[in-house]
């Protein structure tokens, strides 16, 4: 029996959880890693915190150079979260030569190429299962085990919070606001929704996924991004009528040798696995061109499943042999792949339009998606309201500088009340 | 560069496949491996059967010491299947100190422990990620991504075949005879389907997966195993009348210390993730203590999405470092656990009954049910016939062995017919 020291950057919620693992499964992670883990030490700012689980007095510390300076510890587990401190701290944990596990999206997804030329400078290891998609081992997936495949394309619901959300609007008829406010009082919300209601935290990570799975860099900036507060019920109802699902989805796909990268509310034939994922449950559905479809499903964050993927990469560097140099850099490739403009995606749409019902509104409307290039699927009309009346489109498969010309054209139109929703359909994905 | 060269072990489906990735995804192969395989031997029975692929006759042996003898080549793939001569190839390659993959589930759940120890004594590495569902790296995810866990339970739709035959059972209300002949049709099913269609096939894989999640060696013949040539049109639709779907598991739970391993039809939830894994795809439901629940889904036969696990296990290989000595030791470790009776699995009940309709029949069945602990959830009687009528019982949870108690005194009873059909029902699946 060997034994290890590690360190842990911050007790959250995440840390608490590996404490607890570390704990309760010591036995197997003895059998399946060789080594006795040994807690060496946990930063933390503040030493006087209530927490939920019973830690050493003696390992607490709050100044970090008690990690850096120990040379015994050999793995140094960061999650504190943010950019600042933690990527000074994992890169001064690189530079003293220990290896490194974080479950930090935000740290890798925009400043990963410099954590990671750290690493392959020092030799040491740098894994970050934790940072998508929770206990779901998707990294663990596209790095290892999709290694055979030229994958065509990643599709992912990787935000719990808007799932649960889309969820509860879907099965309970809740408006968005009810379903925020009940995502909240269960956890699952900050009280400041944004980073995952407006699509952010989808945006880091499908740009962690995009770079395993297409071997390039991606700028988080060069992702296009819409969240879900503009979702009605009536939008849902629509979307079952016409036998899709709505799910914010995080895309990626490669087009013609350029990535297309989008996240946005998307409608998904019911029938499609991901549209069967609900409550916060995550699920990534890849396209590789030797293994077909595959879809890993599973929590997507919480303590213990997020915790589950920290352990495990901490495993991985005992079993990849802990005295030796990294192979990272094999791994991280940066193949160079253009991003394409999001006016070039090409996608169907679904269009909810409110009109003044007078004659001959639906011929403009219809000609002028025909003089953009967009061809319409299905139309329907509804609606008791005397005045005005709810038009439904669903086009074909169009590009979205088309479509944002039409869109435009119809705007101007006198009998045109207002341009209610535009969500994409993606039928492809089947 | 570095260049490395592989034999492959029989030519068929899945050798094929092989061959189509190496050649597709060269480039992609040469970037994360940092090899390019070359493969310089290729075994087969009959050097003139026309194949789909255009194989350089040079490489083509009937002699299987070519490669055995052949010092030059590092890594033999076996794809023969079956276990004569499969077994002493791979023993073969591996006191010639070859690293081995293998997509042989027989092999490896029947003569595993000799494989394994042949490859911990030589130093070698031997994977098998495509024995076990094709293309899902379900394998890899249990070795490596979470080894953090106790994992509690593996529940898997491990057999394309039967899940095809009963996806087409419950969408387009075929008889199980029209949708095996289909199902021979388009080569999902052998011209003699025994080894799907009664469960065999299910067995040798949840052999594997048992031994990978639990640590212990399973006895294929342990395993309970039930097929679906006994599930009727309707007894689909009263599954879906309870909210069920039917579907053939493969199971192994451990209780108190003890596994439980059997392969059956199952009634599961209809919201259940498997219960809506349909055609011939493949999906294994994980519960980890950590990671709670967790799916893998995906495509679990065929040439492309097997051989993407085979080439996927090829790349572990060089990864790991071609020159370094095996770590598999401490990743097949053997902790004994018992293998419970199946007399002792506890689970719910669906039981359809012809009797006679004569009054009184009813309260005579339920009772013998009382007498033998076994407690009802649900009675339905149904059915138009004037003499014999239906009779169907959903049971909480009780145990296989009074279950059988119950049955074998209701079948003695004068206005019994026939016991139809006896179902398990898993709500804890959930």
Known sequence: MNNVKIAI????????????????????????SGYKIEVAKILVRDKNKARAVDVPEGLITTNPDDIFNDDSIRIVVELMGGVHPAKDYMIKAIRNKKHVVTANKLAIATEGEEIFKAA?????????????AGGIPVIHGINESLTANKIQQVMGIINGTTNYILTKMAHEGMDFDSALYEAQQKGYAEADPTSDVDGYDAVYKLAILANLAFGTRVDVNSIYREGIRNIKQVDIQYAKEFGYT???LA????IDGALELRVHPTMIPSRHPLANVNDSFNAIFIKGNAVGDL????RGAGDLPTGSAVVGDIISIL?????????????????SMDVNNIEYAQSEYYIRITVRDVPGVLGRISTIFGDNNVSLSTVIQKGNSKDFVPLVFITHKTSEGDMRKAIKAIEGLQSVLRIENIIRVENSAI
Chains 1, 2 share one sequence.
């Open 9 to 32: 950057l911050g007790l959250g919620n995440i840390g608490q959880g590996v404490w607890k693992i570390l704990n309760t499964n010591s036995e197997e992670i003895l059998k399946r």
């Open 120 to 132: 392959d400078e020092e030799g040491v290891m740098l894994y970050y299962e934790a940072s998508v």
């Open 246 to 248: 709505i799910k914010l």
């Open 251 to 254: 895309i990626v796909k490669e």
């Open 295 to 298: 879809m890993l499903y599973g």
């Open 319 to 335: 079993r990849n042999n802990i005295d030796l140099s990294s192979s990272n850099a094999s791994r991280n490739n940066h193949w």
